[in-house]
């Protein structure tokens, strides 16, 4: 990859016109060019675990996208290159240390180095979300994550599916209501996370905008697989429209 070739995100249905925007703030494992390409020093094995991406989520926003005809915004940079579900003051913008690995080409990296990333990563896809947001005034944002079955040698994490929210709870109520009674479902309640963080993409991009939304965490060994990225997005899909049905009720 060149950076000719490089871009920061990656539109998915960008012409479609519904309500709903999907997005995945940490959708890749890429080390774009102007960063070295390659793996921030760091072994392959750690580049393809949850330190560098969401796995599963890129596919589950696409599959979803497609079953609600809604457009999609996915990042096309690892979260060790900048963080894009950061706001700009948060001190894990740029991590040098995560989950007990140490990333070397971070180590190094000063805050000139730390605002340039800024500059050709993080200010791109946010401009491109907030462009996606504001086309109609009654958006609804759905942030798909994944979260790993364990972090940092704690117990294992029993949810199936975690909806995290903040102070607006209008379309995070009625999921929550729905999701609950399905009896094959462990459903965590801002689990396995607390809510957001001041400046996160929800909160740039909804909160702080009045968008009804919501943040889905899946556990990443039920999406390992192209075949169950797809199944959860269509799985998700109706269950979401219900929710906006309550919602708006």
Not at 122 to 142: E, F, S
Request: with cysteine; net charge negative.
């Amino acid at each position: 990859m060149t950076n000719q070739d490089y871009a920061p995100f990656h539109l998915h249905g960008e012409t479609r016109s519904s309500r709903w925007l999907i997005t995945c703030d940490h959708a890749a494992n890429t080390v774009p060019p102007s960063v070295g390409g390659g793996s921030l020093g760091l072994p392959d094995t750690d580049m393809n675990r949850h330190i560098a991406y969401d796995i599963g989520a890129a596919g589950v926003t696409r599959a979803l996208a497609d079953a609600l005809d809604a457009p999609a915004i996915l990042s096309n940079f690892s979260r060790m290159v900048i963080d894009p579900n950061r706001g700009l003051d948060d001190p894990t913008l740029l991590m040098k240390l995560y989950d007990g690995s140490v990333i070397p080409t971070n180590a190094q990296a000063d805050q000139i180095e730390k605002a340039r990333r800024v500059d050709a990563f993080y200010t791109p896809y946010h401009a491109a979300y907030a462009d996606l947001a504001a086309r109609r005034d009654d958006t609804v944002i759905v942030a798909i994550h994944s979260f790993t079955p364990q972090l940092n040698g704690r117990g294992q994490r029993p949810w199936h599916i975690g909806v995290l929210h903040e102070f607006d709870n209008r379309l995070s109520d009625p999921l929550l209501e729905i999701l609950y009674d399905d009896p094959d479902l462990c459903v965590g309640d801002n689990e396995p996370y607390a809510g957001h963080l001041p400046g996160d993409a929800i909160d740039r991009h909804a909160l702080q905008m009045g968008r009804a939304n919501v943040l889905i965490e899946v556990r990443n060994d039920l999406i390992e697989t192209d075949a169950d990225q797809i199944a959860w997005g269509q799985r998700l899909a109706p269950i979401l429209t219900h929710a906006l049905e309550k919602m708006d009720a």
